[in-house]
Each structure stands twice: as C-alpha cells, then as structure tokens.
C-alpha cells in the first residue's frame, strides 16, 4: 500500500489506550512500504505520545519515511496556509496536502477525516483517505 502518514495514525498505533488502537495495529500489518510522512507530523506525535523515542524508532524500523522538506516546498505551503486561513490549519496538515499533491498515488491514512475532506489538493482534487470505520 502506497500512503502517508498523519500523525492520528501514528498516535493510534503506538497507544494501547487510544480509541484507534486496534484499527492502526490491523492496518500496519498490511503495509509493505514504509509510509511517509514529514517531520511536522513526527514532532506532534511524539508529543501526544510522549515519546520521541518511539516516534524515531518507527523510522529506524521503516514503518515510516520522512519524505518532505518544508524549505523545497515553502511556497506551495504559504499558498495552501494562505487558502486555508480561515481553518487554521496546523503546518502538519498543510504538509500533508502539500505531499498529496507531490505523491498522487498514495492515500492519506488519518483518523481525522473531517480536515481532508474538506482542503483539496491541486486547488481542486479531492484528497484519498483512509480512516478507521464508523461505528
């Protein structure tokens, strides 16, 4: 599966008490690519998690793959922050749209759905997601 990470997924999977433990643990083990993701999206799960330890570990054990850079992207990302003001959207989801639109064939695996279903990627594309289910 080619996807990206948000920062739900990453929180989900490694605390046992989250409401998506479960969902994210049953999701790992279908992935065989590590997920990518960017270094905003680290930096808030380890802090939900309290751990940046964990968080590294999961790259050094390719679960995850940072592939964006803030500084490459830096225009593109004061447009969408820009587009979406009135959000107030946090850098991590700005990355994230942004790495949508670089990776086009990956899903975004989050466990917030509501951000990405309504921001778009190339200004108008809807962005794929992949969310735990309803209950």
Known sequence: MKAIADTG???AFGNRDDHHH???LELAKTITEPLLTCEAVLAEAAFHLGSTAYVLALVQDELLRVAFDCTRNLEPLLI???RYADRRPDLA?????RMSELYPHHVVITVDEKDFRISRRNKREIIPILSPPKP
């Not at 989801?93 to 749209?97: A, S």
């Open 80 to 82: 969408l922050a820009r």
């Open 9 to 11: 997924f990453i929180v």
């Open 93 to 97: 989801d700005l990355c994230l749209i």
């Open 22 to 24: 479960h969902w994210a």
